[in-house]
DNA sequence: AAATAAATTTTACGCGCGGCAACTTTTGAC
DNA sequence: GTCAAAAGTTGCCGCGCGTAAAATTTATTT
């Protein structure tokens, strides 16, 4: 890598004795040449600086080594993660990731698939804004492109979808409560973004039933992705309206239950499981920050190292042309007790 | 745009009767062209479906219109939020910005790195991982590529630096705390990786030494970016071994708060200004998450809006030709009380 | 109206690599 | 040692656009 630097393919020829349709070929995939070759090669990019030029190669391969990956929402650590874990199980597998988000703008998202359009991808990793989508684009792009859709469910579009089991999820957590103190009322947001919440609201209608409890459910007015101040300020609300008909209060998701935290905080009232504690609250995802809330919350953790690991799983068999129906995968969570409840 | 699928240039420049060397200035730059053939170039582009190939474009041009973005560590709150502004503001100005974390990891740095030389971008906005650093493999790419660095400082690096002003942030709280009640002790990393922790710790002791007290200094151990976690496990030892010698503890960054909060948590020990209150906490940097910690962190914020638009502008002023020195620019930070002190 | 400057068109070539066809060499099993 | 398959080579064209130089048109100035 010291050495000379190499101005094209035909001169790294030269230097390496190798032809240039056999670098062509080693470049698009090491495993394609014969050993002894590839050695050659390898010997020679150790002696000669010499990287293909990427906008030369993506200009004529029908298929590029691009992969996007598309979060709703990066600032939310929760997808800061999974972006990470996708991110680097691209480049292991030998793809170029491109990072996009949407910051809860469906303008954005749109704008994000014209970009990737632009750039050729082998494959798309998208975890879609959900309501606030503009479906039929998702749809067209989905046509367009190998896409993997992850986190929310949009009917049937893409490759497949992996996300989490989220009735589940408000089984394990119900349960859980009511067996081990008073049923919990549901706290969640009354337009949510994520398709996600109906599913775990259904849930928790359902699972109580089946316990032989009176579902209750409080609805957050508010719109958009600050999930910790809408927990705060409406669960302030109904804390100080007395909203709650029990002393349980199971959040849809862990950033709402933040808020929720913060407004009990204001209001004085103790959270936890010890004795001096006036509610008991629980949330859903495990946010990296959940760990450290005071009290520490109790949520259910999803499994994103499974859902990455079959999204790009998904993905990259699709992409070297494997074919097989869409499917629709779902892990379950694992419930995380800590001393909020 | 519903019209036809135009697939080269020269074919767009058949049905829009302009040729094909203006309309490669057009794509370059709209304004290089007279406001007549650009009125022309628009109204076919919305009657035909052409977008020029970025990978042709980008193969012979001397610079690309790529910007990269890197920061440190994406799954912190205050990196994402910054590197959203970034990025808004280059897609605003014309350019394709593309986003990178280092994730802690120096090799990672280097990779990407590697990666953005790959693309030619036009520049660099650069959050480099601090001490951690490959400090030639920075020195290099920043003498190879137009590059602004950003929250870190590397001395003389780069076209600029734009950061916030360390000392002054700790000089206004050590002030507001001490006027308010007991100095503080100082509660940080004893091996930081970020360089502005430094500065932070020098400044605690001008600034204590100038009001006349003692400073103290509590190093926590531990590596990496898990900073909640250090400030949790250390903090905790520290308060059970009383190695503080007064009620007030300024931390070197709110996410080593955070952390130091749930310590107080699990220790029972009340934080706040209130009467029944035994310690009181502050941090520094004003991230996303503290306005939700309980209680409520009083923090300095960072002033990343002006951080932001300050390092594009330094960027896009060097692409486009203007030279001038090195010069490193520090925003004055803004105290933001809660409740925590 | 002529002179000058500026913008545009024409023409022509280059960038670095992918891909194909036809041919030659190497490999490995028998 | 034979021979077919696999791998590599040579030569050529195409991709879509950048860019330079010369010729032409258009706009501005005096």
């Given amino acids: 890598m010291t050495g000379k630097k190499i101005r094209n393919m035909d001169e790294f020829a030269s230097v390496s004795g190798i032809s240039r349709p056999t670098l062509s070929k080693y470049f698009h995939d090491p495993a394609s040449v014969r050993a002894s070759t590839r050695a050659k090669v390898e010997k020679a990019l150790e002696t000669y600086d010499y990287t293909p030029n990427i906008f030369a190669m993506n200009q004529n391969r029908k298929l590029t080594k691009n992969v996007g990956i598309v979060v709703p929402y990066l600032a939310d650590p929760f997808f800061a993660e999974i972006a990470r874990n996708l991110e680097q199980r691209c480049i292991a597998a030998g793809y170029r990731p491109s990072l996009h988000s949407s910051h809860g703008q469906p303008a954005l998202e749109n704008d994000i698939f014209d970009s990737l359009r632009s750039i050729k991808p082998a494959g798309v990793l998208l975890a879609p804004l959900g309501r606030a989508s503009d479906r039929r684009a998702v749809e067209k792009f989905c046509e367009q492109i190998p896409t993997v859709l992850f986190d929310s469910h949009l009917q049937g579009m893409g490759l497949a979808f992996v996300g989490s089991d989220n009735p589940q999820f408000v089984r394990l957590m119900v349960d859980y409560l009511c067996r081990t103190g008073e049923p919990p009322c549901f706290f969640e947001m009354k ?53 709650f008909s029990t002393n349980t209060i199971l959040c849809s998701n862990d950033r709402l239950a933040i808020g929720f935290l913060t407004a009990c905080y204001e209001q004085n009232i103790r959270v936890g499981i010890g004795e001096d504690c006036q509610i008991r609250v629980a949330g859903q995802d495990d946010h990296p920050f959940s760990r450290f809330t005071c009290p520490p919350l109790t949520t259910v953790a999803q499994d994103y190292e499974s859902i990455s690991r079959r999204s790009v799983e998904i993905l990259f068999r699709a992409i070297e042309g494997e074919v097989h129906a869409h499917e629709d995968t779902f892990f379950e969570g694992r419930l995380v007790m800590r001393s909020s409840a």
Avoid: C, V
């Fill in 191 to 243: 337009h949510p973004s994520n398709p996600n919440a109906n599913k775990r609201r259904q849930s928790y209608i359902q699972s109580m039933e089946e316990l032989g409890h009176t579902p209750h459910i409080f609805q957050a007015e508010g719109e958009g992705w600050d999930f910790e101040e809408i927990g705060r300020r409406e669960g302030g609300r109904a804390l100080a309206s007395g909203a």
